[in-house]
């Protein structure tokens, strides 16, 4: 199956942002270095129109 959708957003999806068959891109997974370890973060996209929505079937 191809979403047109970035691995970072992918991987940011809950369960709440599916709903029957739409699928909601709102925010994105990103991996930071603090205090000298990696974490990972879930931030909204760098754009407004990076938000968007799919409708599976």
Known sequence: MFT???QSEILALTHADIENDLIKVNKTLNRVKKDGRNQVI???PKTPSSQSSLHCK
Request: charged residues 15%; proline residues 0%; aromatic residues 0%.
């Open 4 to 6: 047109g959708l970035r």
């Open 42 to 44: 879930i931030t909204a």
